[in-house]
């Protein structure tokens, strides 16, 4: 689910089985078009949720929705209302780890319009992700524009000069300080962080 090569749909992952392989470990495998999420830790809360370009496995760590029937719910606009709309961490349990609570999720109820309507829905969204994609090319062009036209201007100086980078945080305790911790599981994806729940250290931490 994570490499950079993955966006809205699953094509490459990190581990293939074959037929033999799959009869030995008793693994299920899920039909294209399936939707995927992890279930399992600080994972829940980084809400990805992937479409599986082939028939694929997933290891324990993720859960599978597959269509029962493709003539009354499109596997697009499941995966829409999933990516908008529903909070996997809204499912989660508050066992450490978490976990996915699957009978509450199942148990959630969604709108199901007409298939025409379903797939108006998606051609619609299509066209603004589309929009979306180029404008933001187009404004990192520009962006890589103003830097090239201003970076070779002035004198360079080595970063370990004027930064210092810390590879490794301390553990801290948690408390009401005004000092912030970013957890590593607010990281969404490659250019993203999930703020939606601040936490701080202790006042004792920090002085």
Do not use: W
Request: contains cysteine; positive net charge; proline residues 3%.
């Amino acid at each position: 689910m994570n490499k950079a090569i993955n966006g809205k749909y699953v094509f490459n992952t990190n581990n293939y089985v074959n037929e033999d392989t799959i009869g030995v470990i008793k693994s299920t495998v899920f039909d294209k078009n399936s939707i995927i999420f992890p279930k399992v830790g600080m994972a829940i809360f980084t809400e990805k949720k992937r479409i599986l370009s082939r028939a694929m496995c997933v290891d324990n760590n993720v859960m599978a929705l597959s269509i029962i029937n493709n003539d009354v719910l499109h596997y697009e606009f499941l995966y829409e209302l999933f990516d908008k709309y529903i909070k996997l961490k809204n499912f989660s349990s508050t066992a450490n780890p978490p976990s996915i609570q699957t009978d509450k999720l199942l148990e959630y109820k969604i709108p199901v319009p007409p298939i025409k309507i379903q797939q108006k829905i998606i051609e619609e969204i299509d066209i603004v992700e589309k929009n979306e994609n180029y404008n933001i090319k187009s404004i990192e062009l520009l962006k890589t524009s103003i830097l090239q036209e201003n970076y070779f201007s002035f004198e360079t100086e080595r970063i370990e000069k004027i930064a210092v980078m810390l590879q490794r945080g301390k553990s801290a305790k948690y408390g009401t300080s005004d000092i912030q911790i970013i957890k590593s599981g607010q990281a969404r994806g490659y250019n993203d962080f999930d703020f939606s729940k601040k936490y701080y250290v202790s006042d004792s931490f920090v002085s």
